[in-house]
């Protein structure tokens, strides 16, 4: 089993800057490709960015293209979101997520997940 914990969220104004961080624990080898997802109230969960842990290969949906960055430091099992220029509509829960698969092309849909954390909280005003 994988445990996955998001932290770094909270209140920021419009333009400023996050950075989430999932720390994962446990079987760390039953997964090699990372995710993450944000759901606004009233909202599917969408996701933002993924990547896979063999390489240095991200992919980022439109929204978030050239204002966020994913990357992994694999020495602590550990996944971050840098988030800059923010929106007001990035305001959402943010969930960190991972599985096993072959390997990571594109962003993917919540159901493609195997393992979850809890989610952070992100506010922009």
């Known amino acids: 089993h994988v445990q996955l914990v998001e932290s770094g969220g909270g209140s920021v104004q419009a333009g400023g800057s996050l950075r989430l961080t999932c720390a994962a624990s446990?079987?760390?080898?039953?997964?090699?490709?990372m995710g993450w997802f944000r759901q606004a109230p009233g909202k599917e969960r969408e996701g933002v960015a993924a990547?896979?842990?063999?390489?240095?290969?991200?992919y980022y949906a439109d929204s978030v293209k050239g204002r966020f960055t994913i990357s992994l430091n694999n020495a602590k099992n550990t996944l971050y979101l840098q988030m800059s220029s923010l929106k007001p509509e990035d305001t959402a829960m943010y969930y960190c997520?991972?599985?096993?698969?072959?390997?990571?092309?594109?962003?993917?849909?919540?159901?493609?997940?195997?393992?979850w954390g809890q989610g952070t909280q992100v506010t922009v005003s």
């Open positions: 446990g079987r760390t080898d039953s997964y090699n490709v």
């Open positions: 990547r896979y842990t063999g390489d240095d290969k991200a």
């Open positions: 997520a991972a599985r096993r698969y072959s390997r990571c092309t594109r962003v993917r849909g919540s159901q493609w997940y195997k393992y």
